[in-house]
């Protein structure tokens, strides 16, 4: 019997998405459950947002740690180096949220909206300034695929964009950047 830990129950992991991986095979046993130490002795699999020292000493069958961020360095302690214990990311799963998230914060910080609500919340009238994306620079420090999709998201409001080193050799036919 294979066993699956999800650590907390996820909004995009739906009973269809369990189904389809308890479908996989007859031995193939997912479990949803926050408190980690009671269930690790007996998990081949996990997918999580949090993995310690403290986890791995418990976990007595663990072949696979999943970790739901694409940065693992948090997870690279020694003893979890020195294991045989598979480690793969989500890295490149969540371009358009985290693309869109940042267009977002962009304008809310130029449009100065932030500053509007708090003087709404305050009963007051104050009309900040707000300040144009169009013919402003977007840089971007990191070309995966969030960066990459930020990039085609601001292409489309700024006149320039600037992309850290070292690159994924994509370039918008259209600006030439």
Do not use: C
Not at 62 to 72: D, R, S, T
Not at 152 to 170: A, M, S, W
């Amino acid at each position: 019997m294979v066993t699956i830990l999800f650590t907390r129950y996820y909004e995009m992991l739906e009973e269809k998405h369990i189904m389809q991986i308890k479908n996989i095979s007859k031995n193939v046993k997912v479990i949803i459950d926050e408190n980690v130490f009671k269930v690790i002795p007996d998990v081949d699999i996990l997918i999580a947002g949090t993995f310690n020292k403290e986890i791995l000493e418990r976990a007595e069958k663990l072949q696979w740690v999943h970790a739901l961020a694409a940065g693992v360095d948090r997870l690279l302690f020694p003893e979890f180096r020195e294991s045989d214990i598979v480690l793969t990311n989500s890295s490149g799963v969540h371009p358009i949220p985290i693309s869109e998230h940042v267009l977002g914060m962009m304008l809310m910080l130029t449009r100065r909206f932030n500053k509007s609500m708090k003087s709404q919340s305050q009963k007051k009238w104050e009309r900040p300034t707000p300040v144009e994306l169009h013919g402003k620079t977007l840089g971007i420090v990191g070309f995966g695929s969030s960066g990459e999709r930020i990039g085609q998201l601001g292409l489309g409001n700024l006149q320039r964009f600037l992309k850290g080193e070292p690159l994924i050799n994509v370039v918008n036919k259209k600006t030439g950047y």
